[in-house]
């Protein structure tokens, strides 16, 4: 079973969606691992938006967001002091990557990035999301749903609300995914100054990479 989290975030003014969600077995070792419930975290963008949908979380990064900066070290020395399977690969300005490797089977591991740019609330977290199928988070409880979440993943439309010079790159990305781009995105992006087609390495990793 899931250890759900107890303590809930307060100040979230996303309400929590109806839908009841399971997360595939093979992910619910790593719940348990990350002991959600003792650290005032959430899991948002890719990973919960996998598990929506009843997949595995697979090769993708398992995204943690905190309030504040004491909590990311605690998440990652209990992660390294309790997980012997635990490593950490790099570390960047933007987040911390551990692996973890399944004690059941060898042959799974995660990858848990502890995102460090911190916010307040859920609903804050949300909105600085840039494609509306990433707005999607979970305390291990609830799920929170950002707007046009739902109506867009099940028309998998591509619907970029944020945009900067990346977003060209952003947009190939989903659409490798399946989705298809709204004719606002295709417009924006085709008289949009700031959007360019250089997917050179000298725009780095941009503010919406964790997201998915």
Known sequence: MIKLLQTLLEGDSVPPQPKRITVPHQDSTILDELQLDRH????????????????????????????NESDITAVKNHLLTTHLSSRVMFETHNAITIECDSVENRTLT????????????????LDSFDVTVTKIATDGHRWFLGEHF???????RLRMMKYNASAVR??????????TPDPELIDRIIS?????WDFSDQYGIDEYENAF
């Open 110 to 125: 995660w990858r848990i990035q502890l995102i460090k740019r911190t916010f307040t609330t859920v609903e804050q977290l």
């Open 150 to 156: 739902a109506e867009d993943l099940r028309d998998r």
């Open 40 to 67: 005032n975290c959430v899991i948002a963008g890719g990973c919960p938006l996998l598990w929506y949908q009843g997949l595995p979380v697979g090769k993708h990064d398992i995204d943690l967001w905190f309030k």
């Open 192 to 196: 949009d100054p700031v959007a360019t």
């Open 170 to 179: 952003r947009a190939l990305k989903y659409v490798t995914y399946g989705y």
